[in-house]
C-alpha cells in the first residue's frame, strides 16, 4: 500500500510504482495495473522524491483515467473512454487512427 505521493505506507523510506505497488485513485479504488497508471504514478514518484530532498512542496495531483486501450497490431487499435474512476463511457475510437 502506497499514499498520494507512491511512499509505502509501512516503510516510509519506500517509493513503489506500478505493479509493485497498491495505490488509491478516484472513488478510492485501487489503480489497475497498467501504463495508464504506471506512468502518471512514476511522475508522482519522481516529484514527491524531488521534494521531499529538497524540501519542496509535495505533489498533489490524482492519477485518474481518460481511456482504455487495446492495440490489435500496427494498423489497428481500440481506445475505450473511460471515466476518472475507469468506468467505460459510451465514446470509442477504433482502427488506424486509434493506432496513430
Known sequence: MVDGTMRSVSHPDVYAVGDAAMAMGPGNKPLRMSCASGTPAAWQTADAVAARLTSGKLPNAPIRYFNQCVSLGRKE???????ADDRAVQAVLTGRLAAV
Open 77 to 83: 487499435d481500440l481506445i475505450q473512454y473511460a471515466t
